[in-house]
């Protein structure tokens, strides 16, 4: 069930909650060892539970709360996948909206860290999972030289999420051709690339990143993806994603 993924976070409030106001800065401490039977453990452990259960209740319903409904699973894989797709292609219309210049977007592999969505009703929870840290979403401007370098650790690691618009071939974990809107890569070009502030900040070997241009949106990737699958449903729009070749293998 979801919400008992949350208990440490549960505990680590109520401790914040119940804890002091005053600081000891310790000097020098002396450690002992004694042991704990399992009776007392026992004990120490209901204790706790019975102090974060007021706090359980209320993550219970805000994470258990249905957002909307999968008419077919989302899977996550290489080199193209279902929940990719959909995720790149969330964060791009979203940018857009906000009016914000943005040619496509790139997820990392790791940045979605479920590897499915299943069929059936989605819970803010779930999402919750799917990017649990405050990853924010950042439009880097990158040259096309740069952006070759991209592409080529995307061909390394065998496929990241694109967005829609993005074709790249691939072979032997090497990029063969990469056009952007039916267009070959420009290297004299720059490109504005929306990804997560890991990738823009030089994550996941993207060092060459880190000095170029680029604007800070403030949204951040998983509240991104719960207002989309909200505002469809609300609409009557299945969320859902196809795949569409846009990495292949060769």
């Given at each position: 069930m979801v919400v008992t993924k949350y208990q440490s976070i549960l505990f680590s409030l109520a401790l914040l909650l119940t804890a002091c106001t005053s600081v000891q800065h310790i000097s020098k401490t002396d450690v002992n060892y004694s042991v704990v039977r399992k009776e007392t453990?026992?004990?120490?452990?209901?204790?706790?539970?019975?102090?974060?259960?007021?706090?359980?209740?209320?993550?219970?319903?805000?994470?258990?709360?249905?957002?909307?409904?999968?008419?077919?699973?989302?899977?996550?894989?290489?080199?193209?996948?279902?929940?990719?797709?959909w995720a790149a292609d969330v964060m791009l219309d979203r940018i857009k909206k906000e009016g914000i210049d943005v040619d496509f977007a790139l997820v990392n592999y790791g940045g979605l860290r479920v590897t499915y969505l299943t069929k059936g009703p989605l819970t803010r929870g779930e999402l919750f999972e799917l990017s649990p840290i405050d990853n924010t979403l950042q439009v880097v401007d990158v040259p096309g030289l740069?952006?070759?370098?991209?592409?080529?650790?995307?061909?390394?690691?065998?496929?990241?999420?694109?967005?829609?618009?993005?074709?790249?071939?691939?072979?032997?974990?090497?990029?063969?051709?990469?056009?952007?809107?039916?267009?070959?890569?420009?290297?004299?070009?720059?490109?504005?690339?929306a990804t997560l502030d890991y990738v823009a900040t030089g994550g996941d070997n993207m060092k060459f990143l880190i000095p170029l241009s680029r604007k800070q949106t403030g949204l951040i990737f998983r509240d991104v993806l719960i207002d989309y699958v909200k505002e469809a449903t609300a609409a009557g729009r299945p969320v859902t994603s196809d795949l569409e070749g846009r990495i292949t293998v060769q």
């Open positions: 453990a026992a004990v120490e452990k209901e204790e706790i539970n019975t102090l974060i259960a007021p706090y359980k209740v209320q993550l219970d319903a805000v994470m258990n709360e249905e957002l909307g409904t999968l008419p077919v699973d989302l899977t996550k894989q290489k080199p193209e996948s279902t929940l990719g797709n740069q952006l070759d370098s991209v592409f080529q650790l995307v061909a390394e690691t065998e496929g990241w999420p694109v967005s829609t618009g993005v074709k790249l071939v691939i072979g032997n974990k090497k990029l063969i051709s990469a056009a952007i809107h039916n267009m070959p890569l420009d290297h004299t070009k720059i490109y504005k690339m």
